[in-house]
């Protein structure tokens, strides 16, 4: 068997690209999270080895990051992430002659639970927020990830982080639609919530008179701002 890729000399080259955090996991403990049991998983992920984890800050101060528009990738902060994997699927051919794959977003369309395999790669752990909650920025992180048929050193999961335990719980307390009313996360409430803010978009006024005036949708990340950690 090939010898495990170096995950610091990978991971330096994530981080010099834009990413703010980088981790990896293998594919076969992935597969075993609960979410990957439940849900059917595509061919080309079982047959892989590796999943290169990687995190990208989204700062309350600049919101418009993370804000949806019409164009390819449907924000600038997923955009940029879309860009860095690129690169960093060229440079594993260059430097290690190993084909890394992107991932879409969701697992649906032939992805992984992106937050699960961040949490076994060692990002961060999940919230009661039901958010990934990182060390360095809390749950303000938006994530993606690049499939590989190398190992590579897996870097997780974190121990010793449980930021919740003695926390109040300032992420439940903030959201307007009560999506933890029942002790869990309810995803049809929030969904609510999300449609309220897709009628109600971001109006940018066109910055050259008579080019039409510009919507983009900011969705509530309410229990995501509210929350202390990585401040
Ligand atoms: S606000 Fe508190 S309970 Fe909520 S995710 Fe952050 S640390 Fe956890
Ligand atoms: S995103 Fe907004 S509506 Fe949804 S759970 Fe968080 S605070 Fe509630």
Redesign the pocket.
């Known amino acids: 068997m090939d010898p495990a890729l170096p995950i610091e000399k990978i991971a330096a080259r994530a981080l010099s690209l834009g990413a703010s955090l980088v981790g990896a996991a293998h594919v076969v403990t992935l597969l075993a999270s609960p979410s990957h049991r439940r849900y059917p998983v595509d061919r080309r992920v079982c047959d892989a080895r590796s999943v290169l984890v990687l995190a990208l800050a989204h700062d309350e101060a600049k919101s418009e990051m993370d804000w949806w528009d019409n164009r390819p990738g449907r924000t600038p902060g997923n955009r940029r992430l879309i860009k860095i994997n690129r690169k960093l699927t060229k440079w594993f051919r260059k430097t290690y002659a190993v084909e890394a794959k992107e991932l879409p977003y969701h697992a649906h369309q032939r992805g992984v639970f992106l937050k699960d395999a961040a949490v076994l790669a060692g990002l961060g752990v999940v ?3 039901n ?1 990934l ?1 990182t060390p360095e920025y ?2 303000r992180v938006r994530l993606r990830a690049l499939l590989l048929d190398r190992h590579l050193q897996c870097t997780g999961p974190l121990a010793g982080f449980s ?2 335990d ?7 307390q ?1 959201c307007p639609i009560e999506a933890f009313a029942g002790g869990a996360y309810r995803h049809d409430r929030c969904r609510q919530q999300l449609e309220k803010n897709e009628s109600d978009p971001v109006v940018l006024a066109s910055p050259v008179v008579g080019m039409p005036t510009r919507f983009k949708i900011a969705y509530c990340r309410l ?1 995501e701002l ?4 990585g401040r």
């Open positions: 919230g009661k927020n958010l909650v809390g749950p930021p919740c003695a926390c109040k719980g300032f992420c439940l903030a229990c509210a929350c202390p950690v």
